[in-house]
Every structure is written in structure tokens, then in C-alpha cells.
């Protein structure tokens, strides 16, 4: 055996670990995966979270050099271009040293009698098992000219981005020649469909050609896809069902030509293939593995191939000849094979075909037997060309068991009649169609009904999860899996939840059952401007530390009194109602304000003093400020004071409201920078300071792509582009990082301000009491696309309004420091003691003989024990 | 700090009336009435008597510290129904001084602060703290004598 790499040497350990062999005594076995798409990643995980003697090592050799992605949602890809957001959680495996991830690595020959496989890159790794998850490739009719430049298929991130260079080209072209640009895609199945849609949000015009007489063929019916063809129509994609392409040809002025088999041409700036796929089944075709009549690496139902150790699995493999191009059937070869290398006997099922899924925002949906092909089947039909909604159900002879059926316009009902496949309807099966008709509740669901098909999680599992105190969304999802993968079970799951009388309480605390957003409503409604008021009319009780700030931020988010004015000071959470931050010996910390972490000398010296003359402990922050730790509660006005007197302010480093603005250097000073992000950071810290919301919020401004301000990772992130700037929003950090989503593209100074007002006034209006901006869009009904009509499009027409808030904010700002300096009764809080204002907390005490001042706490007795 | 030895058993801590049928412990200042009671007595004996402010100096729903003798520290809280209480304000979970500074509430009837620190709660009655059977702090009598506010340290 040749070896390049030290790692293949022999199948031995390829790490520093000394576990050789399991329990069961038996030495360290090597599983090449060839392939790392979402099957091939799914087999990685099962097979390691199954395997825990570490029995199996696992190479996985992959030809893109991306590992894993959400391949079913690479439509998604498009707008955002972020590869990151597709990833799939883990795929690169961190920290487990018995999976080997080789990218751009690509499987050539398999040595079936050696049992070897040799990659692209000269190095040959030997397996005790080889798993084959190669996939599928796009098919490409092979008429002339299906290889010009200008054609592309649709498979993979790179792809798509190919798609991209040559549309905002074609974009250029077309408005140079004062004409629209425009597409075409060749299939009108579902991934054509997708296509179809990414060349709109590219600014073309897309046509679609299909070969049947109707859209999505295999998924709907004549009627179906005369609905389908008419909503499609409606968002500007032209459809020509029922011709082939014959012919493309590329002119001088880089269009092509094309000519459709009806006699039809066509001119076009880029052509998309995606009429169908073909297992790629080549490197098993190589090495003598049985292959199917229609490709397909063959299989029996445990996914082994004609060599016992060898398995296929995913869209590659044929399962007792038959190849699924569905994920979730691979996954369920994924856990089989896993099974199967561990000594189980799991057999592949079968799977169910069904599908739904969001076309440009058209609900399609097929499950069961569709097309009526069971003998004796009966149709129930309701079309409604209005509403554009097209339902069919297919029932057993003597009408009494649901067989299948198809939903265009509105698959809201799909999980439930899924569910019922194969089982008894209660009551009218015509009525499950008519829009006046029954609605199938999840009571009468039997316990071993699939809910979400996706990872096959039955309504028993899920109930059975509530039972044992899964009591809301996220908990389910972690111990069942359901919901995880498309979403498209989630209002079933949810119902679940709420039929199970788990209460899926929104009251804020036991004084007030209404939510946060309830109680905004309330105060914009009322005009009521005091917690008491508020209680007496719509609580109970006296209040707690959990509705009184909650209902601090909301009046302070209506209006512009200061925090500690009138009856609004007893509310405050202890850091807001000593404008800093309690550090954990009762002391304070001073943060002060530096838009965009801009500082002048002169104020350096001035906090560079203040610590110095109080003694304060001094911290650089993430945040682009300066702390200063250590201040006596006594102490806060004093150093205020003298921060006011140089045209400074503290800021808010506590509290629910916006803590900085971060930048990176920007055009003035960067060689690379394409805007002026610290002007824009500047600026954008003085608009937005001060303002309360449901919980912090974090900027941050890049002057141009290389993002050195890490603003994905920030509620609102500003990223310069040539053109102006991108708006991307619900980045989180801390305890659940999540990057934040493109919001809005290439916007003016003017136009980026305007959007990000109307976003903040509508987080602040509707989000939960402490839900950061990325769990806020997640249980946003309708999330992003909502988020953005909202905020882009003003759909609910309230985007004066929420510009009304922020402007008030903004007229309404005060230094809320200088503010208390110039109250006498607001300072007479800032007292160590009330009948001994100047005397200094005994039980305040430091430690400076280390390498830095800390605090020393009294670790006093307490009564009981701890 | 001004003190004021005072023998009066503790017994003053009840719901009892004069015989003029006015309760002893509700003073009416110019704009509010207030009545002290703590809900578990502090132990009985004669009292030293620290006062700590005017009854207008407190806000109502917050705490202030007040120093004691031998350099113990109480927090002082009015609350909206016009209750005075006073516990110890050393945090017994993390030994600093800061339960004058936490959001009072209640819960389930019972009065309560919450620690600014790690928010666990104290019945402002009985100093026991609600998230933990085993700790508790010192409570403090309280009082309103023409306006101020006094609170009773046991001699």
C-alpha cells in the first residue's frame, strides 16, 4: 500500500490517543465515507454518537471543499452569500480525534480486494468498511450547446455562485443596452422552481421550460399545476410547460439563443439545467459494484452493496433497486448502515415520498398516493382560482381512509392529513378540503402517526418528551430532534404542546398575566404612565423584580421622562437606578461613553485621572471602551462630574438598552476601507444611546468586507460594500451566538438609518421580556421575509410610526448622568449611608499586593448553612 | 449616628391599640401614613434606637442603608402600603452590603427584596430567604417617632 501521508500509513491510530481497542477487545476498524453531503454527515454523527467504545475510526473524503451544508435549503444561499449560514451544526467534527474530515479531497478508485481507496491527491486509505454517500449529480440534456458559457446547473454552493457572477453581468449588460436581463431554467420541477426564484432575487426575469404539460410533475396533478402555473405566472416567472429545449446557441453579445421543441425561441443571458438528477454512482460503477438500470449503486434493504463491505446510502444508492431523492429517507439509510456496523440488523424501511415546500412563497405540498394510482381510490377536489388554492385528497373505495392528496396555495393542513395517511378520517373526508370544512385536529392522531417526517419522531415520542417535562419549543427540539430539520412540523408540534395542557404561559410573572408585548400595547393604548396604574387596572399584588423593570423599559420606551424621575426610580433594576454597574462586592464600575471607540488625548487623560485619583481599577473592554472598577456608590456623582466637565458622558455597559457601537478603522485610515465606518459608528451610538429595549443590544460597522468589526455577531451589523451599506440584524453573541441575517442590501446613509429605526422600534414593541434579537426573529411568525416586509416594504403600514418612536427618542435624549448631578433629591441617593452619607462602606475593602487591585470579600458567617 | 437607649420591651410590635383606639405605631406625616410592623419579632429586650432619616426621605418600593453601631449595617425599606421594614443588609450569599439596593415585590403575598447581586429573595418580614430553606437574615425593629425613622438594635 502507497502512502503519502503519515495518517494512512497502516490503519492504525492516526492520533496521539492510546484507546486501541473497545470493551469488546476488538482493534480500532477503519470506515472510509465517500461523500460528505447531508447523508454522508448524518452517518458520521450517528455512527459516533452510537459507537461509544470508539470501536470505528472514520475517514470521510469529501470533493467540495466546504464540508457539509444544508443542501435542501441552498436556495438560501442566495442574498445572504454567507457559506456559514448553511453549515451544518458539528460537520467539521471539533475535538473528536476518531473522524478524519478530508475537504476537497476526492475519491478516485476504490480497491475492492485491497480494500483501499485512492484519492485525487495520491494517498490511499485502506477501510475495513466503505460507505459510498456520493449523492447525485445534476442531469444535463444533452442537446447542442448545453456547454456554452452562460450555462449552469444548480447543485452546489459554487454553482451558485457561478450563477451569481453571471447575472450581475448580465444585470450590467442589459441596462447598458437599456433592456431587462433575463434567465431561463430548464425543468420545472421543484429545484427548477428554486432556480427560478434565485434568478429573481438576482434582478432577472426568469422563464421556466418543462417538458410535461405541468409544473412539478411528479409531485402535483393537472389540476394542481394549472394553479401552481397561475401563481407563478403572478410573481413574474414565465412559464412554458410542455416543450423541451432543443437547441442553445451563443451569439456575439454573449446571450444565448435558445430553441424550444414548440417552435419557440428565446434569448437569454444565462441558462440553468435543472432537469433531474443521476446517482452518482461512477466510483462504484469503477470498481465492478452492481448498479441499477437507471444508475444507482445497488443495495439490499441493510444498504450493503453487492460487496458485503461496501454500503451506499443517500440518493446514490438504489434500495432493493429503488433510488430515493429525498433527505430523509438518507438519513434513515445513514442510521441503518450505523446500526449495521455496530452489530445491529436495522433494515431500511421504505420511505415516504411526501413533500412540502415554500416555492416564492407558493405553499406546495404532496404526500401519500398523490395521484390516485391505488385501485378504487376516490378524489375529493376543491379548487378556489381566487385565492389560488388548489386541494385534492385521495380516500380508500368505501371513502373512509385518507390515502393521500396534494395542496397548492396553502399547505397549512399537510402535517395533520400526513399524519392520518393510512388510517380511518373522522367524520367527512370532503370537509378536509373545503375551506369551511372540519379541521383535523392532533386528538385524534394515534400515537405512532409520524409528526415530523424529517427525523421520523411519531406524536407518541413528542407526547412522551411533554410528558417527562419538555415544557416549550426548545426543549422539545433538543430531546426529540422534531422540528429540526425543515420546520415545516412545528405548528403541529406546537399544537402538541398546548393540547398536552402544558401551558405555554406568556404571562410576565405572577402579577401581570399579560406578555411584555401585551403590555407595550397597553401603555401606547392607555396612555398609562405609572407601574401603579398599570397594576391597579391590569395586575395583582405589589409587583416583583421581574414586571417592575420590565415595566420601566416599556414606560421608557413610550416616553421621555428620565429613569429616575417620580415613581419610575422605584422600578429600576439596581444598576439603572445607580446608573452603573454593580461589581460583586457592592462596588461600581464607570464606563464611559466612546462612539465607535473613538477617544481624544485629552479625555484620556481625563479617565486616566479619574482612576487614578479614585483608585479605580482599569479595564479595556470587548466593547471598545474603557472600565473603571471599584467606585463607592458615594463616589458615582464625583467622577461623573469631572467626566461631564471635558464633554463626556458614562454609558450604559448595564441595563436593557444599547451598549456600544463597534467599528473598525474605516476609509479615513484603512487602505481597504470602503465607507467611513467609524462616522457611521459615531453616529449611529449617538442616535440609538440611551434607548431601552427587551434586552442589550450591540452594534457594529464595517468599512468594508473583510469585517474587522465582527458585526454578524451584533443585533445590528453595518457592512460597507462599493455601493453604500448592507444591513444585517439578529446577530447575537454570548451564551447562543448566532449571526445575523442580511436585512437589506447596498443602502444610503439616509435609507440605512431610516431601516434600522424601524427595526428597533419593532423589536422593542413586540419582543418578549429578555429575548435578544435572534431568538426574537426565530418565533417571529414569519421571520425574516416578515421582518423584512415590515421594515423594507411597511406592509403593516406602521413604519411612521416606529419612525415616530426613535425620533422621539432621539429629541427626547439627555445625558442621564449630567441629568442626576443637576437634581439634588436624585443625588441624595448616591449615599454610602442614609444617616452617614460620607462615611465609606466598612465592609468595602481591596487587595493591591497582587499583580492587580481585587476585590477582598468578607465571606461573612451566614445564618444556616449554604 | 445619633442612638437612643430605650427599655420599652419589644412587645410595642404588635397590632394592639391605645385606648384612645389609635394605633400606636401608624404615624401620619404630612403626606403619608406609615405602619411599622415586622412580621417576626426581633428578640425582646431593651433596644438602642438608631435614627436613620426622616420617613420623607424614603422612596417608596426601595431601600436605604443605615449604619449601626459596632459597625453593622441595616437596609431600611417603605414599601407602597406604607409597611417599614429593616433586615441586615449584608448579602449572606455573597458577603457585600447591597440588599438596600435590590427591587422589592412580593411574592405569593409574601414581601420581598431581591438580592442586586444574584437575585435571590428575602421575605422583608422574617428575613428568610425564599430560594433557600437554610438562610436567612437578621431583621431589625423599626419605628416612627415624629417623622423619623429609628431602627432597634437589641442592647
Known amino acids: ?866 | 449616628m445619633t442612638t437612643i437607649t430605650d427599655t420599652t420591651p419589644a412587645t410595642e410590635i404588635t397590632e394592639t391599640t391605645d385606648a384612645a383606639g389609635r394605633d400606636p405605631h401608624i404615624t401620619t406625616t404630612g403626606r403619608r401614613s406609615v405602619v411599622v410592623r415586622p412580621g417576626i419579632l426581633p428578640p425582646a429586650g431593651p433596644k438602642v434606637w438608631v435614627d436613620a432619616c426622616h420617613v420623607d426621605r424614603l422612596v417608596p418600593g426601595r431601600g436605604v442603608a443605615v449604619l449601626l453601631p459596632g459597625a453593622r449595617q441595616a437596609a431600611l425599606f417603605l414599601q407602597p402600603t406604607g409597611m417599614i421594614y429593616a433586615l441586615d443588609n449584608l448579602d449572606p450569599f455573597s458577603g457585600a452590603a447591597v440588599l438596600s439596593r435590590g427591587l422589592t415585590g412580593d411574592h405569593g403575598g409574601e414581601p420581598t427584596v431581591a438580592s442586586p447581586l444574584l437575585k435571590q429573595l428575602f421575605s422583608l418580614r422574617t428575613g428568610r430567604c425564599l430560594d433557600d430553606d437554610a438562610v436567612a437574615v437578621a431583621t431589625y425593629s423599626v419605628r416612627v417617632v415624629d417623622g423619623v425613622v429609628r431602627v432597634g438594635l437589641t442592647a
Not at chain 1, 478524519?100 to 485525487?120: I, K, N, P, S
Not at chain 1, 381510490?377 to 380516500?395: M, P, Q
Not at chain 1, 432621539?810 to 454610602?832: H, N, T
Open chain 1, 1 to 866: 500500500m502507497t502512502s503519502t501521508t503519515p495518517l494512512d500509513a497502516d490503519r492504525t491510530e492516526s492520533t496521539a490517543t492510546s484507546e486501541t481497542t473497545g470493551t469488546t477487545g476488538t482493534a480500532r476498524r477503519t470506515v472510509v465515507v465517500v461523500g460528505h453531503g447531508m447523508v454522508g454527515h448524518r452517518f458520521v454523527e450517528a455512527l459516533r454518537s452510537r459507537d461509544r467504545e470508539g470501536t470505528w475510526r472514520v475517514v470521510v473524503l469529501s470533493e467540495e471543499a466546504d464540508a457539509a451544508y444544508d443542501r435542501v435549503g441552498l436556495s438560501s444561499y442566495v442574498g445572504g452569500w454567507d457559506r456559514s449560514a448553511l453549515a451544518l451544526a458539528g460537520s467539521s467534527y471539533p475535538g473528536d480525534d476518531h473522524v478524519e474530515l478530508r475537504l476537497g479531497t476526492r475519491a478516485e478508485v476504490v480497491d475492492r480486494v485491497a480494500r483501499t481507496v485512492t484519492t485525487t491527491d495520491g494517498s490511499t486509505v485502506g477501510y475495513d468498511a466503505l460507505v459510498v454517500a456520493t449523492g447525485s449529480y445534476p442531469f444535463v440534456p444533452p442537446v447542442p450547446g448545453h456547454d456554452s458559457p452562460g450555462c449552469f446547473v444548480y447543485r452546489t454552493l459554487d454553482d451558485l455562485d457561478g450563477i451569481r457572477g453571471a447575472a450581475d453581468a448580465a444585470r450590467a449588460r442589459a441596462a447598458a443596452e437599456g433592456r431587462e436581463a433575463n434567465g431561463l431554467v430548464v425543468g420545472g420541477g421543484l429545484l427548477g422552481l428554486e432556480a427560478a426564484n434565485a434568478l429573481r432575487l438576482l434582478g432577472l426575469t426568469p422563464h421556466v421550460v418543462e417538458f410535461a404539460p405541468r409544473l412539478m410533475p411528479l409531485q402535483v396533478d393537472a389540476g394542481g399545476g394549472a394553479v401552481l402555473e397561475r401563481l407563478m405566472g403572478g410573481l413574474g416567472v414565465q412559464v412554458h410547460t410542455g416543450a423541451g429545449t432543443a437547441s442553445i446557441a451563443r451569439q456575439a453579445d454573449e446571450r444565448l439563443a435558445v430553441e424550444l421543441t414548440d417552435g419557440t425561441s428565446l434569448l437569454t443571458d444565462l441558462v440553468v439545467f435543472s432537469a433531474g438528477v443521476r446517482p452518482a454512482d461512477a466510483v462504484g460503477r469503477a470498481a465492478g459494484l452492481e448498479c441499477g438500470e437507471r444508475g444507482g449503486i445497488v443495495t439490499d434493504a441493510a444498504c450493503r452493496t453487492s460487496d458485503e463491505a461496501v454500503f451506499a446510502i443517500g440518493e446514490v444508492a438504489a434500495v432493493e433497486g429503488r433510488c430515493y431523492g429525498l433527505v430523509a429517507p438518507g438519513y434513515t439509510m445513514a442510521e441503518v448502515v450505523a446500526d449495521r456496523l455496530l452489530g445491529g440488523g436495522a433494515t431500511f424501511p421504505g420511505a415516504d415520498l411526501s413533500t412540502k415546500l415554500k416555492l416564492l412563497g407558493v405553499d406546495v405540498a404532496s404526500f401519500g398516493d398523490a395521484m390516485a394510482t391505488t385501485p378504487g381510490a376516490l378524489e375529493i377536489v376543491h379548487t378556489d382560482a381566487v385565492r389560488g388554492t388548489y386541494a385534492k385528497v385521495v380516500v380508500s373505495d368505501d371513502a373512509r381512509t385518507l390515502l393521500g392528496g396534494i395542496l397548492v396555495g396553502d399547505a397549512s393542513a399537510y402535517t395533520t392529513l400526513k399524519a392520518y395517511v393510512g388510517r380511518e378520517v373522522p367524520g367527512d373526508p370532503g370537509a378536509l378540503v373545503s375551506p369551511a370544512g372540519a379541521e383535523l385536529g392532533t386528538d385524534g392522531l394515534p400515537d405512532d402517526a409520524v409528526v415530523c417526517s424529517c427525523n421520523n419522531v411519531t406524536k407518541g415520542s413528542i407526547c412522551s418528551a411533554i410528558a417527562d417535562g419538555a415544557g416549550d419549543l426548545a426543549a422539545l427540539k433538543g430531546c426529540t430532534n422534531a422540528g429540526t430539520t425543515c420546520g415545516g412540523c412545528l405548528p403541529t408540534v406546537k399544537k402538541l404542546l398546548v393540547d398536552s395542557g402544558v401551558e405555554l404561559s406568556t404571562a410576565l410573572c405572577e402579577h401581570f398575566v399579560q406578555s411584555r408585548a401585551q403590555l407595550f400595547e397597553i401603555v401606547r393604548a392607555t396612555g398609562i404612565r405609572t407601574f401603579s396604574g398599570l397594576l391597579a387596572r391590569y395586575g395583582t399584588g405589589a409587583g416583583c423584580e421581574v414586571c417592575k423593570p420590565t415595566v420601566a423599559s416599556i414606560l421608557a420606551s413610550t416616553g421621555s421622562d428620565h429613569v429616575l424621575d417620580g415613581e419610575q426610580a422605584a422600578l429600576q433594576d439596581s444598576n439603572d437606578h445607580f446608573l452603573a454597574n454593580i461589581q460583586r462586592n457592592g462596588t461600581y464600575s464607570v464606563v464611559p461613553r466612546m462612539p465607535g471607540g473613538e477617544v481624544t488625548a485629552d479625555q484620556l487623560i481625563v479617565i486616566g485621572e479619574v482612576a487614578r485619583d479614585f483608585d479605580l481599577y482599569v479595564k479595556v473592554t470587548g466593547g471598545q471602551r474603557i472600565d473603571l472598577f471599584g467606585a463607592r456608590v458615594e463616589q458615582l456623582p464625583a467622577i461623573w462630574q469631572r467626566l461631564v466637565d471635558v464633554g463626556m458622558e458614562s454609558g450604559q455597559a448595564y441595563g436593557k438598552s444599547l451598549r456600544t457601537v463597534k467599528s473598525c478603522v474605516g476609509s479615513t485610515w484603512c487602505r481597504f476601507g470602503v465607507q467611513d465606518s467609524v462616522g457611521m459608528a459615531v453616529d449611529l451610538e449617538h442616535r440609538y444611546r440611551g434607548l431601552r429595549s427587551p434586552h442589550k443590544i450591540k452594534f457594529g460597522v464595517s468599512g468594508c468586507a473583510r469585517e474587522c468589526a465582527e458585526a454578524r455577531g451584533k443585533d445590528v451589523g453595518v457592512i460597507a460594500t462599493d455601493k453604500g451599506w448592507n444591513l444585517y440584524v439578529c446577530g447575537n453573541g454570548g451564551q447562543t451566538p448566532k449571526h445575523a441575517v442580511l436585512l437589506a442590501s447596498d443602502l444610503d446613509d439616509e435609507t440605512l438609518v431610516r431601516y434600522i429605526d424601524r427595526f428597533l422600534a419593532f423589536y422593542v414593541r413586540t419582543a418578549d421580556r429578555l429575548q435578544r434579537t435572534a431568538p426574537w426573529l426565530e418565533s417571529l411568525e414569519g421571520g425574516l421575509e416578515h421582518l423584512r416586509a415590515v421594515v423594507c416594504d411597511d406592509a403593516l403600514g406602521i413604519a411612521d410610526d416606529l419612525e415616530a418612536v426613535m425620533a422621539r427618542h432621539v429629541e427626547g435624549y439627555r445625558d442621564e448622568w449630567k441629568a442626576v448631578l443637576d437634581d439634588p433629591v436624585k443625588l441624595q441617593r448616591f449615599v454610602s449611608f442614609v444617616n452617614a452619607p460620607d462615611e465609606p462602606n466598612p465592609t468595602v475593602a481591596f487587595d493591591d499586593a497582587g499583580p492587580r487591585k481585587v476585590p477582598v470579600l468578607l465571606g461573612l458567617p451566614i445564618v444556616g448553612r449554604r
